[in-house]
């Protein structure tokens, strides 16, 4: 396993992201060194998908009905640190609707639900460790962060490697998108590279013609799979 | 070892993590190692003290069994698990608004010979009080746990071989 990487990773506290102010430790975290506890984890599978769970434009409307908004699709290879795929990653997807609206009891903003959107999505790596799903654009939002702060139209991700040491959660933006620079919590990111990293691009290559455009997302998992040839 | 993709930053989860992660059906669920039930509970605390009611915390039993629980209008938390048999500890996992990058600690067992588990040995003495539940009642181990402030949890950072 290799360490977290602290030129790609935020920091705990960031002032200019007020919610870290009260939420972030100040002591400094604790060396520890990996046991068999952090090098293994849970293995999922086929049966912790559901038929509709990559497809968010279908998966909560009515029947007949779809989710509001530009369609897209979102692919890309979950990897490790040299760049091999990881097979059976799991991913956890959230996102606002078209409108920047979240499908949550704490979501006050003014834009309106879509009653055919829940914004909920999971997705298994296939062997190469490619993933794709189909959803809507999601619409910027404003927060709670001083006078006047908007997220940039985002998409959370949650993935399971094989390992604990290997858990993620982060945030995918989205190409050519003026409101990335503006953002606060993109702004906890410790460089330019690292936002990035986080940046979709657009890939005709993959639209499907006359349906939804194509935005690709490549995500590095730290360390390495071990296999039977390596010294 | 050769790297040549460094690794995807890490972004807060936000205040909306249910979404994704508690969805309403299609729970996801893991097998728990066999093992004594227990039930492992606490709140966690921000920096002020406050309940932090929006957190999504794992528990990863180190015999590879795997749940989680989000914190309620309390910041309380609570998962079924089993006693492991290879660790006197079980590792957490702990995001919320506000964390830019998880939070990993431990909980360890009041009932073994926790003092003598490795990581201990890097942490200030008076700190290990933060890692080590209270059992009130049989099978049921409480650890609070603070991000901040007065008694801040240890938090870790894994490391690994930097070859
Ligand atoms: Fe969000």
């Given amino acids: 396993m290799t360490p977290l990487d602290w030129t790609r990773h935020p920091p705990a506290l960031t002032p200019g992201y007020f919610s870290s102010l009260t939420r972030s430790p100040r002591e400094g975290l604790i060396p520890l060194d990996p046991t068999e506890a952090e090098l293994t984890g849970p293995v999922f599978g086929t049966q912790d998908i559901g038929e509709m769970d990559a497809d968010l434009i279908h998966n909560a409307a009515s029947p007949d009905a779809m989710a509001i908004g530009p369609r897209i699709l979102v692919h890309g290879r979950v990897l490790d640190e040299t760049g091999r795929g990881v097979p059976d990653a799991l991913l956890e997807i959230w996102q606002a609707n078209a409108g920047g609206r979240y499908r949550h009891a704490r979501d006050g903003y003014l834009a309106p639900l879509d009653p055919d959107f829940s914004g909920f999505g999971r997705v298994l790596t296939d062997e190469d460790g490619g993933y794709r799903f189909d959803t809507v654009m999601p619409g910027a939002y404003p927060f709670p962060n001083g006078p006047n702060a908007w997220r940039p139209a985002h998409i959370h991700f949650s993935v399971f490697g094989w390992a604990f040491a290997q858990r993620l959660v982060t945030q995918m933006y989205f190409e050519g998108d003026p409101m990335i620079r503006h953002c606060p919590i993109v702004a906890t990111l410790p460089s330019a590279e690292a936002v990035d990293a986080l940046t979709a691009r657009y890939d005709p290559d993959h639209d499907r013609p006359m349906d939804a455009r194509a935005f690709r997302f490549d995500i590095v998992l730290r360390g390495r799979r071990a296999t039977p040839m390596e010294t | ?163």
Avoid: C
Avoid at chain 2, 10 to 35: D, E, K, R
Avoid at chain 2, 67 to 89: H, I
Avoid at chain 2, 118 to 129: F, L, T, V
């Fill in chain 2, 1 to 163: 070892m050769n790297v040549s993709r460094p690794q995807t930053p890490s972004q807060t989860a936000g205040p909306f993590l249910h979404i994704g992660m508690i969805p309403s059906t299609n729970t996801l669920i893991q097998p728990l190692p066999p093992g004594e039930p227990i039930t492992l509970h606490g709140t966690i605390f921000d920096a002020e003290a406050a309940p932090v009611t929006d957190a999504l915390i794992e528990m990863w039993h180190p015999e590879a069994g795997w749940v989680r629980s989000a914190t309620d209008g309390e910041g309380a938390w609570q998962l079924a698990a089993t006693r492991p048999a290879t660790a006197p500890f079980v590792n957490l996992w702990i995001i919320a608004r506000g964390i830019n990058t998880p939070l990993q600690t431990r909980l360890y067992f009041p009932d073994t010979d926790w003092q003598s588990d490795p990581a201990m040995a890097h942490i200030p003495e008076a700190r290990h009080a933060t890692l080590v539940a209270s059992q009130a009642t049989t099978g049921a181990y409480r650890l609070d746990i603070r991000l901040g402030g007065e008694a801040e949890t240890v938090f870790f950072d894994l490391k690994g071989e930097d070859t």
